[in-house]
């Protein structure tokens, strides 16, 4: 089993609409949650950290389901240029970062 | 400047020549990464260092592959005798930690190297 798995995708969406994603890991000690952002032929860019609590910036929600060992990220009145792929990264316990593979988003026009 | 840096920015070599990447971190940031990303791939994770501390190589696919830091500042990636597999984009990241938890990591633009 993959320590960091994320659906490919792509999901193509309408522009305005909601689209969540879902990623799950396997290892229950990790501390630190991540999404992060990545243009074609770009570097992942940091979207949001993820609080046990939940967080908001804007469009964006993030949550953390420990229980479940899931996060997931909510993307409300989507924009053209959320078009990108969007990593799921967790902390291995200590230093490592495990980066999923990544959802390809398309947000059509 | 405030982000990672890395140079050059994309590199073509022959197959068989050496390679050096350089990859400047953010000031203050302890943690240094280095990933390969092939094209349409996942992050692959290379080497791992942490201060003075010995680096983590379990990620090295090669003996072809190197890497050195000095303390917390400049890191090179070296790949000798260069294969066209080793073809990809290279990126640096840094980050910090804080009592024993670790923070974001922030992203260099990347090396894209091309090996004919």
């Known amino acids: 089993r993959k320590e960091v798995e994320q659906d490919p995708g792509p999901f193509n969406v309408p522009e305005g609409a909601t689209v969540a994603f879902n990623c799950t890991y396997s290892n229950s000690a990790s501390q630190s949650f991540f999404w992060y952002r990545q243009d074609c032929r770009k570097e992942p860019k940091l979207l949001m950290s993820v609080y046990s609590s939940g967080n908001e910036d804007g469009r964006f929600t993030a949550q953390l389901n420990r229980a479940s060992q899931y996060i997931s990220l909510l993307i409300r009145d989507s924009k053209l240029s959320d078009s990108a792929t969007y990593l799921c990264v967790v902390t291995s316990g200590t230093y490592k970062y495990i980066f999923g593979t990544g959802t390809r988003l398309k947000v059509l026009a | 400047g405030a982000g990672v840096s890395q140079s050059p920015s994309n590199k073509v070599t022959e197959k068989g020549k050496d390679v050096e990447l350089r990859c400047d971190p953010i000031s203050g940031h302890t943690a240094l990464y280095w990933y390969r990303q092939r094209l349409g791939q996942g992050l692959e994770f290379l080497i791992y260092?942490?201060?003075?501390?010995?680096?983590?190589k379990s990620g090295l696919p090669s003996d072809r592959f190197s890497a050195e830091r000095t303390g917390e500042s400049v890191s090179t990636l070296t790949i000798q005798r260069t294969q066209q597999e080793d073809s990809a984009v290279y990126l640096c990241?840094?980050?910090?930690?804080?009592?024993?938890?670790?923070?974001?990591?922030?992203f260099g633009p990347g090396t894209r190297l091309t090996v004919t």
């Open positions: 260092f942490q201060g003075n501390s010995a680096p983590d």
């Open positions: 990241a840094t980050s910090l930690s804080l009592a024993g938890v670790w923070g974001e990591q922030y």
